[in-house]
């Protein structure tokens, strides 16, 4: 069986995307950014995250943008550009 890869950048670019939306309920937004941190964790690409609204908020606690780690900000830009 072939095997596969995806980009990390592209998964988090799309995962942001994501978390931005309104209609994507907070456990949905819970399970995307556990599966997210460990994904851009295992990789060496976690470089934290920032709540969308700028300050922490126990009704949209999983509100969040991640940052972009150097090694994929280029990959990242580009996904950015072609929205």
């Known amino acids: 069986m072939a095997r596969k890869t995806h980009s990390v950048a592209k998964f988090q670019h799309r995962i942001n995307r994501l ?4 209609f994507i309920t907070e456990e ?3 399970v995307l950014c556990i599966t997210l941190e460990t994904v851009l964790h295992d990789t060496g690409n976690y470089d934290g995250f920032g709540y969308r609204s700028g300050k922490i ?5 999983y ?4 940052y972009v780690s150097p090694n994929l900000t280029a990959e990242y830009m580009k996904l950015d ?3």
């Open 63 to 66: 509100s969040r943008h991640y």
């Open 19 to 22: 978390l931005g939306l309104d």
């Open 57 to 61: 908020d126990p009704e949209t606690e």
């Open 81 to 83: 550009e072609g929205k």
């Open 28 to 30: 949905q937004k819970k």
